[in-house]
């Protein structure tokens, strides 16, 4: 399968056209970004190890019953995946707070909540992906009602599937970001499931081995995302 023509180029990835006209290929970048864009790098070797942690992900998903848009990796940094509408939102869930909850309701650092807590945002970085509610998408017409509970129900599922995933190899699931899409009016779990768009933490010493080490300057980004894929038995083949 080949790449004809670049027809998207987000923040981390680049989405080609192939001869068909169903399937695009996803390709992971090096790049690196946070703050909505604010800061950017690119960091050695990330690419490689995104594509090949989401496509261990995407796998392990499907065999538990969702459906993906993830169809194969084809090379370290591409996958082929399947064409979707994309929704402009953004589908959080948390098992403790975090990031962007302490700073809207000043919640301590780390706190476990009493359940996961589902949020949607909306997809629009001039804005800062501000968070919305099911009442927004529906008066706004950015998904139909059946699309929003479909979302929020395989989201709460991953999150119960992940979590157990992580635990197995002494990480939290402290929270993450999906996004779904449709075909032919099905929908499906789209873009990516990586270290780039969740929070993991070490079980013993609470150490952050995701994309919060960029975010907040602490270094060894992508070896903490290797470290992460060796704990789970991913086998990272190395550029
Ligand atoms: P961002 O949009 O945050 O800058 P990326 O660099 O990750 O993100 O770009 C990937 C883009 O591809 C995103 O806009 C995402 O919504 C979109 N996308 C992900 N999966 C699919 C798919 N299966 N079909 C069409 N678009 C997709
Ligand atoms: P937040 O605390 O910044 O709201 O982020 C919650 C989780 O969602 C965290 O794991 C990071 C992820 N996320 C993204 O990957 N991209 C985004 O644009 C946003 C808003 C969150
Ligand atoms: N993914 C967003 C960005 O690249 C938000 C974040 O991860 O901080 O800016």
């Known amino acids: 399968m080949n790449k ?3 027809i998207t180029a987000g923040k981390a990835k680049s989405l080609f056209t192939t001869d068909n006209s169903d399937q695009l290929i996803m390709h992971f970048r090096d790049d690196t970004s946070a703050f909505d864009g604010k800061k950017k790098e690119a960091l050695l070797g990330k690419g490689s190890v995104n594509n090949q942690f989401n496509a261990f992900i995407m796998d392990h998903l499907e065999a538990k019953g ?3 848009h993830h169809i194969e990796i084809l090379n370290s940094t591409d996958s082929l995946v399947r064409k979707l509408e ?9 098992n403790r707070a975090t990031g962007s909850i302490c ?3 000043g919640t301590e650092d780390g706190l476990i909540l009493q359940a996961p807590l589902f949020e949607f945002f909306l997809k629009d970085d001039d804005l800062g992906d501000p968070l919305i509610t099911e009442e927004h998408i529906l008066s706004f017409g950015w998904a139909a009602a059946e699309n929003i509970i479909e979302m929020k129900e395989i989201t709460l599922k991953i999150n119960e599937i992940l979590s157990k995933l992580f635990l197995n190899s002494n990480l939290i699931l402290v929270d993450f970001k999906v996004e779904f899409g449709l075909s032919d009016g099905k929908l499906f779990l789209a873009d990516e499931f990586t270290p780039d768009g969740c929070r993991l933490w070490d079980t013993e010493t609470l150490a952050k081995m995701d994309k919060d080490r960029f975010r907040q300057g602490l270094g060894d980004v992508v070896e ?3 470290q992460v894929a060796d704990r789970l ?3 990272i083949k190395l550029d």
Do not use: Q, W
């Open 4 to 6: 004809i023509d670049e």
């Open 66 to 68: 969702i459906a993906t």
């Open 86 to 94: 994309m929704f402009p939102i953004e589908c959080v869930v948390r």
């Open 103 to 105: 700073r809207r309701l």
């Open 224 to 226: 903490s995302y290797h």
């Open 233 to 235: 038995g991913m086998n």
